[in-house]
């Protein structure tokens, strides 16, 4: 019996070596990161006469990001998430239409109504199934998009809220009509917003949402309170939403009611599925792509764009598993033997 053990022990311990050992996350910046993110630098310079156009594809890409946080990472399915981005584009707006026309506070401001919302909305998320959360969702989205609508002495309605007076970057930089000034005020929180999302995905909070959604049945047993991970996540992705929507009201100078509209939830998760899921620089290339695709094609047909969108839709679906970037990845480790196969 003895000798039994101490075999099957030996046999443990080959294995052992033999299989490498799980790799933690790595905080490190690679350099594939760096060149994506000096890429928006260089279309400024490149591509002087569509900032604006850049600007909105960066706070879309912002806004892409909240939704990967909590579909991508924790697994919870959302289809009116632009609820928060609506109340963060409304609040900046209203705060700047009644005299408060400062930016920095007013981008803090939509965040933190946004993230209320999502706090009190998420216990209701959380205690259902993928079903039971979609129905959730987008109830939650059709209220607050009718309450605005019916509410028009206070959000313009239909004509959306116009008259902001946003004021001064930091009491200098004032927002141009080229959109100098807007875009890297809009780059500045993108990367600082990023970098922070980047840090908590990869940290053991991080982690534990990746279990949650890989096996939420799984993470009690290891001491995991799923439904207060669930909430932290859902609240934090309502933040940034917000944070985007504020950040889009201040950039434009105007609020439409279509920011809390269903479209606009429905075309987030389209960018997810473009660039991919649970993986950050996902969405913001999903929504770099969409935004490109869809200002491209309209020019060219602007009344049947949107067959070519849901055509490019399902070519990713077929042809790349896991988004753009995960037929990247794929294409990769294709790559790799044939190189380690040459002398």
């Given at each position: 019996?003895?000798a ?8 443990v311990s080959?294995?052992?070596?033999i ?20 890429l928006p630098?260089a ?6 006469g569509y900032l ?19 579909l991508?990472?924790a ?9 928060f ?60 998009f009718e ?14 809220l ?7 970057l930091f009491?200098?930089?004032e ?13 500045a ?6 970098a922070?999302?980047r ?9 534990s949402?990746?279990?949650?959604r ?10 995991v309170n ?13 933040v940034?939403?917000g ?6 009201a ?7 009611l ?18 991919g ?28 764009w ?6 490019l839709?399902v ?13 990247l990845?794929?294409l990769?480790?294709?790559v ?8």
């Amino acid at each position: 019996m003895n000798a039994f053990v101490e075999t099957e022990t030996k046999t443990v311990s080959q294995a052992a070596r033999i299989l490498p050992a799980p790799k933690l996350p790595n905080d490190r910046w690679q350099p594939l990161e760096i060149v994506f993110w000096l890429l928006p630098i260089a279309a400024y310079f490149a591509f002087p006469g569509y900032l604006v156009l850049i600007s909105q594809i960066m706070i879309v890409g912002l806004f892409a990001v909240s939704l990967d946080l909590i579909l991508g990472y924790a697994g919870i399915v959302s289809l009116g998430h632009a609820a928060f981005f609506g109340l963060g584009a409304y609040t900046a707006g209203l705060l700047s239409v009644h005299g408060w026309g400062e930016p920095l506070s007013g981008l803090l401001a939509g965040g933190v109504v946004a993230g209320v919302a999502g706090l009190l909305t998420a216990f209701l998320v959380v205690r259902g199934q993928d079903l039971t959360r979609l129905m959730v969702t987008l109830g939650i989205g059709l209220m607050l998009f009718e309450a605005a609508n019916k509410a028009a002495f206070i959000t313009g309605g239909v004509d959306g809220l116009s008259g902001m007076m946003v004021g001064k970057l930091f009491g200098t930089f004032e927002f141009d009509l080229n959109g100098n000034v807007a875009f890297w005020y809009s780059f500045a929180v993108l990367f600082i917003v990023f970098a922070v999302l980047r840090r908590v995905v990869k940290s053991p909070f991080g982690l534990s949402l990746i279990g949650i959604r890989e096996g939420v049945r799984r993470m009690p047993s290891l001491g995991v309170n799923v439904n207060r991970r669930l909430v932290a996540v859902f609240t934090l992705g309502a933040v940034i939403a917000g944070l985007a929507g504020a950040l889009l009201a201040q950039t434009t100078q105007f609020v439409g009611l279509d920011s809390l509209g269903f479209p606009r939830s429905a075309e987030l998760v389209i960018m997810l599925v473009l660039g991919g899921t649970g993986r950050l620089y996902g969405a913001l290339v999903g929504a770099a792509v969409f935004m490109l695709a869809q200002d491209y094609i309209a020019g060219l047909n602007p009344t049947y764009w949107q067959f070519y969108i849901g055509l490019l839709l399902v070519l990713i679906v077929l042809f790349a598993r896991g988004g753009i970037l995960g037929g990247l990845e794929r294409l990769l480790q294709l790559v790799k033997p044939q190189r380690k196969e040459q002398p």
